[in-house]
T-cell receptor
Framework: ETGVTQTPRHLVMGMTNKKSLKCEQH?????MYWYKQSAKKPLELMFV???????ENNSVPSRFSPECPNSSHLFLHLHTLQPEDSALYLC??????????????FGPGTRLTVL | GQNIDQPTEMTATEGAIVQINCTYQ??????LFWYQQHAGEAPTFLSY??LDGLEEKGRFSSFLSRSKGYSYLLLKELQMKDSASYLC??????????WGAGTKLIIKP
């Protein structure tokens, strides 16, 4: 257990569906991240929130919409996804998004399949 | 562009030693991380290097040479449970982590 939980663990959705991924951290951290992990590719940073403010949006399509209501919770709202969006979506948290040492703690991920 | 290179896959024998290399080209450098990821699980932190030299932590050691843009992770006394992917990540000048694609390590009895 890393102190970061994600639900659901698995999700299958059609291209017209709307769904949300949830992440919660119990570590008292101030920064939270969404990553996309595809097979044999580097982790792709999607969004960063630091003290509830979005600080990074790495050219992510608008069909992915993040929400960070407080420092402990992070959501990723999905709509009109494409089959190439099928991947493992990882949430992570760290004490701060900047600074000399910021180990990130990862959740177990949501395995998303878009049909 | 920014780039992290590490071998795609390595195979080693139980009880042996293996070295996983990572080379990087990034805009700035603010530390290098190694993570372990078992199949279907979350990546977990192994080590952090920001100064040149060797950091030892039990059976695992990590080395950094900033002038060469090079790091390695050394695993000793390999155990079957060490079969996993090992991810190298560099923090750039904006404190953003740039990730390698990971090295899948297969341990054979």
């Amino acid at each position: 257990e890393t102190g970061v939980t994600q639900t659901p663990r698995h999700l299958v959705m059609g291209m017209t569906n709307k769904k949300s991924l949830k992440c919660e951290q119990h570590l008292g951290h101030n920064a939270m991240y969404w990553y996309k992990q595809s097979a044999k590719k580097p982790l792709e940073l999607m969004f960063v929130y630091n003290f509830k403010e979005q600080t990074e949006n790495n050219s992510v399509p608008s069909r992915f919409s993040p929400e960070c209501p407080n420092s402990s919770h992070l959501f990723l709202h999905l709509h009109t996804l494409q089959p190439e969006d099928s991947a493992l979506y990882l949430c992570a948290s760290s004490q701060d998004a900047s600074g000399p040492y910021n180990e990130q703690f990862f959740g177990p991920g949501t395995r998303l399949t878009v049909l | 562009g920014q780039n992290i290179d590490q071998p795609t896959e390595m195979t080693a024998t139980e009880g042996a030693i293996v070295q996983i290399n990572c080379t990087y080209q990034t805009s700035g450098f603010n530390g290098l991380f190694w993570y372990q990821q078992h199949a279907g699980e979350a990546p977990t932190f192994l080590s952090y290097n920001v100064l040149d030299g060797l950091e030892e932590k039990g059976r695992f050691s990590s080395f950094l040479s900033r002038s060469k843009g090079y790091s390695y992770l050394l695993l000793k006394e390999l155990q079957m449970k060490d079969s996993a992917s090992y991810l190298c990540a560099v923090r750039d000048s904006n404190y953003q982590l740039i990730w390698g694609a990971g090295t899948k390590l297969i341990i054979k009895p």
